[in-house]
């Protein structure tokens, strides 16, 4: 796991340094040795991008090409010859037969949709530049930033890998418990004893980095060319970062022997009769998730009541209780179980009854710290959760669509024209400078366009419009006559001033200045923008009713699902390594607990892992729930995360059943075996 979020965060930044790579360079006129025009058509989620250039002087190579592009060549990524074998109608977008194709070195990513063409002369709108290299990445590629990546890899899947480290390392000391209690009686200091544990776990720690090297590189290979970690990216020689790789190794191989050593440690201290058993519950520990709860709610609350979570302190608030009710639930984990076990336990046939002889067999404080890994990891993928409701709130969709707007900054009155006469829902011509526009569409296109945006309004203007008439929009309460008319809608002042023409858009014949298409494309998005760079091939197309955070959406969520999958990965793997660990102790008692008669022992204890499992999900559910729940009521988007909450929930708890079914294996199979280790009573 650790190898894998190394990989992925070292593939994030490799993929924003290509990006920016392979930026044209502007430089005025007197440095310009060519001039450039890109423009980014959506294509299958992603940006297929085009690069025009024409050479004015000696210029730079771009990356990824062993020359610069002459006039008439053509050079295609490998997604792109991809995507011509399987989608015909992509053809269109290469203006002219493939020259070669571009290297990895020229590329942001394997998926990457790039095409290089050379003119023989640059035209009027486009600018000089000097070289390759810039400190935007203009593209707009579906990406994440690579803040949010590290934050995603810390929080969902390495928060629980480190408590799943510690785990382990506790258990390699419990299952020499036999061998040092022995070497102890026979005189070895408590100091070897630790450095002998230290030593045996980072050499254990070491033989599971090695297994774990073509696991994890084999894992990268088939995962990253097609995103299913969220990106993709292209690896290094090695598969793996060496350096990044061997630092986490070395962290967390540290951290398996100061954990081991410490195991040893009080393991000698309980042989030695001076361990002072597990440590009391203390008030303290319930104020940090008392704290944090009371922060949430007071986000939640007053969000509920009022609609909106814009309240000064809220966002503070959401920062400073997130993590208070996170670790404050770890905190008090073993005092819920605990206390919960014991008022069950006080009834007849209570939990406790079960396990007999006041939880014989029941560790409070090793289920607590094994339910930490699942609380952590339940609780990150329920943000998560509320971060995918609030992205996916902030850039929906009208009932026509999404509105593209396509702007010809080189175009022909012809090539408008043709753009035009593509079929889509709605197709409105804009023509003209701001103050005097004209807008040309059918009476039904342009009243289901401003519709959209307007209902009011669009039926408004519906009833007043007459097919092939020209009319201007005047302000409400202005005269009206024949060509002057006055629409009502809170979203008609745009109109006001602009001339109306209710035709075909395709059919405008007087010449047309800055033009722009207004348009819903139909549901062949791709298949549309293909006839339109067809017509247009510079044509520049936008998404004018989506946010900035559009394309954040799709790699975040898989990014979010991949790295919650890792995290509850280790919280489950911690969990059944409690319940299976459980074995070798519950040995111990299976003789006990058939001399008072229980005979289902593996079963009895199977039922009472599962108590204390269920009391961790739905704690973890509700510090979960409360955590995303105020996060998208600050978004204010109206939302709530509880119908992925639920799925995330309902995951973990199928993942738990089966965890749990393990133990129960484990401990069948080892109830029939003697007691590995000699008992004091």
Request: hydrophobic fraction near 50%; aromatic fraction near 6%; include cysteine.
């Amino acid at each position: 796991m650790a190898l894998l979020a190394v990989a992925m965060w070292v593939g994030s930044r490799d993929r924003d340094d290509r990006g920016l790579a392979q930026e044209p360079h502007p430089a005025g006129a007197a440095r310009a040795t060519f001039h450039v025009a890109q423009t980014d058509v959506p294509y299958g989620g992603d940006v297929w991008t085009t690069i025009y250039v024409a050479a004015s002087g000696d210029p730079t190579a771009p990356p990824g090409l062993d020359h610069f592009p002459q006039p008439g060549e053509v050079w295609v990524s490998p997604a792109v010859r991809d995507a011509l074998d399987t989608d015909t109608s992509s053809a269109s977008r290469v203006p002219g037969s493939i020259t070669g194709t571009i290297s990895a070195a020229g590329l942001q990513s394997p998926d990457q949709l790039l095409v290089y063409v050379a003119r023989t002369s640059a035209g009027r709108t486009w600018y000089g530049a000097d070289g390759w290299g810039e400190n935007a990445d203009v593209a707009g590629r579906p990406t994440v930033p690579s803040f949010v990546v590290l934050a995603l890899i810390l929080g969902l899947a390495g928060m629980p890998a480190l408590l799943l480290q510690r785990a382990v390392a506790r258990g390699a000391v419990l299952a020499r418990g036999l061998s040092i209690r022995r070497l102890f009686r026979l005189g070895v200091s408590r100091r070897t004893l630790s450095w002998a544990a230290a030593t045996d776990a980072v050499w254990c720690g070491l033989t599971g980095f090695v297994v774990a090297l073509p696991v994890a590189a084999a894992a990268v290979l088939l995962s990253q060319p097609d995103a299913v970690l969220g990106l993709s990216w292209f690896p290094p020689p090695t598969v793996l970062p060496l350096i990044p790789s061997a630092v986490v190794a070395a962290c967390l191989l540290g951290g398996v022997a100061m954990v081991a050593a410490r195991g040893s440690a009080e393991r000698v201290a309980a042989i030695a009769g001076d361990d002072s058993g597990p440590l009391p519950l203390r008030a303290w520990r319930r104020v940090p998730f008392v704290a944090g709860t009371a922060l949430l709610l007071g986000i939640v609350v007053p969000g509920a009541l009022t609609g909106h979570g814009h309240a000064s302190g809220a966002v503070w608030a959401l920062y400073l209780g997130a993590p208070l009710a996170l670790v404050g639930g770890v905190l008090i984990l073993p005092e819920v179980i605990g206390r919960l076990g014991d008022t069950l336990g006080s009834r007849a046939r209570g939990v406790g009854a079960h396990l007999a002889l006041k939880r014989v067999g029941w560790d409070r404080d090793a289920l607590a710290a094994a339910g930490a890994g699942l609380l952590v990891a339940v609780t990150c993928a329920w943000l998560a959760a509320g971060v995918v409701t609030d992205l996916g709130a902030t850039s929906t969709a009208g009932p026509l669509g999404y509105q593209y707007s396509v702007t010809f900054p080189v175009a022909e009155d012809d090539s408008v024209r043709a753009v035009a006469s593509i079929p889509a829902v709605t197709r409105v011509l804009l023509n003209g400078p701001p103050r005097h526009r004209t807008a040309t569409g059918t009476c039904e296109d342009l009243s289901r366009s401003l519709g959209a945006v307007d209902a009011g309004a669009g039926d408004a203007l519906a009833a007043v419009c007459v097919p092939n008439s020209v009319f201007k929009v005047v302000p409400l309460g202005r005269p009206e006559t024949a060509d002057r008319i006055a629409i009502g809608g809170s979203d008609t002042w745009r109109l006001v001033g602009t001339r109306i023409v209710a035709a075909d858009p395709s059919t405008v014949q007087e010449p047309l200045r800055d033009p722009e298409l207004l348009v819903h494309p139909a549901d062949d998005l791709d298949g549309y923008f293909s006839a339109v760079m067809g017509q247009a091939p510079l044509a520049t197309v936008a998404n004018i009713e989506a946010s900035t955070y559009l394309p954040m959406i799709a790699p975040t969520q898989r990014l979010l699902v991949a790295t919650s999958a890792m995290g509850a990965a280790a919280g489950l793997v911690l969990w059944w390594l409690s319940t299976a660990g459980e074995g070798d102790r519950f040995s111990r008692y299976h003789m006990r607990l058939s001399a008072v008669g229980h005979t289902r022992a593996p079963a009895l204890h199977f039922w009472g892992q599962a108590f204390a499992g269920a009391v961790t999900l739905v704690f973890a559910t509700w510090v979960g729930w409360l955590v995303a729940e105020a996060y998208t009521v600050i978004g204010g988007l109206g939302r709530s995360p509880w119908h992925l909450g639920l799925v995330v929930t309902a995951t973990a708890a199928s993942a738990l059943m089966m965890a749990l079914a393990g133990g129960l294996v484990a401990a069948r199979r080892r109830s029939h075996e003697p007691p590995r280790y000699p008992t004091a009573d």
